[in-house]
C-alpha cells in the first residue's frame, strides 16, 4: 500500500489507467458508472466506506478510500475531453476498473452526476505553474473547487469555449458599421428621387457603401449602391439597416413597375402602388432617424441608375416625422378669384417651388417631409404643375364652386382672404356671392 504518496509527485510512466468515456459533456451518473463493474449486491457492501478528496496536481485529482472491507487506497483521476482516467494505488491487476476505482466513484456520485467539467482546463491544469497563475484550487474532504482567478475572467478551454456561452446566441453583430471612425466602408442611405413632369420617379431608399470622412461623421466617397441585382458584398448590417434594406428592395420593385407603365394602365394601377410605396416610406422613416448617414440623390432617370453614386448629386438631409397639413387659400381679385395650396407644419408654411412624388423638401430647414396621405400628394402635384394657382373668373365661381370646390372645401381647409377687411378667415360660399354680384 503507497499510502504516503507525497502530493504533486508524478505517478510512474507504466501506471495503468482505466478509461471510462463520457458521453454528455464532462458528467459521470452511477448508471454509467455501473456498466464497468460487476455491480456488488447488498446493501452492506456500501456501507462504512470513506473517501476524501486529497487534492488535485498535475492534472489528477486525488482521492483517499478508505473502505468496508479494510482496504486503503488512492485513486487517481483525470478528466479528459470525453473521458475519465482513473488509476489505483492497487495497480488494477488485471486491466480492468478494481473494486476501490468503483466503490470511490459510486460514492462521490451518490447525490447526482459527478461533474468534471470543473476539472477540464487544457493546457493550464498539467502545469501545477501555471494552474495556480491561472486558477484558484480549493480542497476539501467532500469536494474540490477549481476557478478562474478574478483577473483572468472567463477563461476559454479548448474544444469547449468559455462557460455559460450557451447562455445567449449571437445574431448579427449590432454594431460593426453603426459608428465607424474615420477612413471606414459604413452604410449610407439616401432617397433617390427626381422632379419634374416626365420621367419622374417615386422616391425609394437606396443603401450605399461608403468610405467615412476623418472624424467619421461623413461619407466622402460613395463605392456601390445596393441593388436586387447587384448586393452589396461581405457588410454585416445591423437589425434596423436590415429592415430599411427590405424595405428598399420593395420599393425599388414598385417604383419600376410604376415607371414602366403607360397610358391607361398607369392611371389605374399607379394610385395602387403609390399607396404601397408611401405605406413602406412611412415604415422607413423612423428607422432612417437612427442612422448615421442619410443623404438624398437626385436620379435624373430611374433606369439609368448607377451602380455607383455620384458624388456631385448627393446632398444631405434630414427627415422629420412630422406630416404636413394641406390647406388652400382662396383670394379675390377685381375680376378673378385665385386658389393656392399650402402646405403647413405646426402651422408654419413649409417652403418649395417644386417637390418629387410624395415629399415635401423644405427650404428653410431642409428638413424633408413625407405627405399624410397619395390624395394630398396628388392635389399638391397637380397645383404645382400649374405654378400653385388656379384662376377662377367671377362669372364662372359658381360653377367652380358646384362642380369642384364645394368637395375640395369639405375635405380640406380653405381660407378665404376678405378683399376689403383683408382678414383671413375660413371659407364659406354664401359670404362669397355676395361679391360675384358685385
Ligand atoms: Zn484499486
Not at 41 to 50: D, E, L, Q, S, T
Not at 95 to 114: I, S, V
Not at 278 to 300: C, D, F, G, H, V
Not at 416 to 426: A, L, R, T
Request: charged share 25%.
Amino acid at each position: 500500500m503507497k499510502k504516503n504518496i507525497r502530493p504533486g509527485i508524478i505517478l510512474p510512466k507504466d501506471t495503468f489507467f482505466y478509461t471510462i468515456s463520457l458521453e454528455s459533456r464532462q458528467g459521470l451518473t452511477r448508471e454509467m458508472l455501473e456498466l464497468h463493474y460487476p455491480v456488488p449486491k447488498g446493501r452492506k457492501v456500501y456501507m462504512g466506506n470513506h473517501v476524501e478528496y486529497k487534492g488535485f496536481k498535475n492534472a489528477l485529482i486525488s482521492v483517499e478510500a478508505k473502505l468496508s472491507d479494510g482496504s486503503e487506497n488512492i485513486l487517481y483521476l483525470h478528466v479528459g475531453l470525453t473521458e475519465l482516467d482513473i488509476a489505483c494505488t492497487c495497480g488494477m491487476p488485471g486491466e480492468k476498473l478494481c473494486f476501490h476505482g468503483f466503490m470511490t466513484l459510486h460514492n462521490l456520485a451518490w447525490f447526482r452526476r459527478l461533474e468534471l467539467e470543473d476539472y477540464y482546463w487544457p493546457g493550464i491544469v498539467d502545469d501545477d505553474k501555471i494552474k495556480d497563475k491561472f486558477l484558484t484550487t480549493e480542497v476539501t474532504k467532500n469536494w474540490i473547487k477549481i476557478t478562474p482567478k478574478e483577473k483572468y475572467g472567463n477563461i476559454f478551454k479548448s474544444n469547449i469555449g468559455f462557460a455559460e456561452r450557451e447562455r445567449f446566441s449571437l445574431t448579427t453583430p449590432a454594431k460593426t458599421l453603426a459608428f465607424p471612425h474615420g477612413g471606414q466602408e459604413a452604410i449610407a442611405y439616401c432617397i433617390a428621387y427626381n422632379l419634374g413632369e416626365h420621367h419622374v420617379h417615386l422616391p425609394i431608399l437606396m443603401a450605399c457603401l461608403g468610405i467615412t470622412s476623418k472624424q467619421g461623421n461623413d461619407i466622402v466617397s460613395f463605392k456601390q449602391f445596393n441593388h436586387q441585382k447587384k448586393l452589396i458584398p461581405n457588410v454585416s448590417y445591423t437589425a434596423n439597416q436590415q429592415m430599411l434594406n427590405t424595405i428598399s428592395l420593395q420599393q425599388h420593385d414598385i417604383a419600376k413597375r410604376q415607371y414602366g407603365m403607360a397610358g391607361e394602365e398607369k392611371k389605374q394601377e399607379s394610385q395602387s402602388l403609390k399607396q404601397a410605396m408611401l405605406t413602406l416610406w412611412e415604415q422607413a422613416i423612423p428607422l432612417l432617424l437612427k442612422e448615421r448617414y442619410i443623404y438624398r440623390y437626385y436620379t435624373y432617370w430611374l433606369r439609368y441608375l448607377r451602380s455607383k453614386p455620384r458624388k456631385s448629386d448627393m446632398r444631405d438631409c434630414k427627415y422629420s416625422l412630422e406630416r404636413p397639413v394641406l390647406s388652400f387659400q382662396l383670394k379675390m381679385y377685381q375680376d378673378h378669384f385665385a386658389l393656392e395650396a399650402i402646405v403647413t407644419v405646426n402651422g408654419n408654411p413649409l417652403q418649395f417651388k417644386n417637390k418629387p412624388p410624395l415629399f415635401v423638401f423644405d427650404k428653410a430647414t431642409d428638413l424633408i417631409y413625407l405627405m399624410a396621405s397619395v390624395q394630398d400628394d396628388d392635389l399638391l402635384r397637380w397645383m404645382l404643375l400649374h405654378n400653385n394657382r388656379l384662376t377662377i373668373l367671377k362669372q364662372h365661381f359658381r360653377e367652380f364652386q358646384d362642380t369642384f370646390f364645394a368637395e375640395l372645401s369639405t375635405f380640406y381647409l380653405v381660407h378665404f382672404i376678405d378683399p376689403n377687411s383683408k382678414k383671413i378667415e375660413p371659407y364659406d360660399y354664401n359670404n362669397i356671392t355676395n361679391y360675384l354680384s358685385m
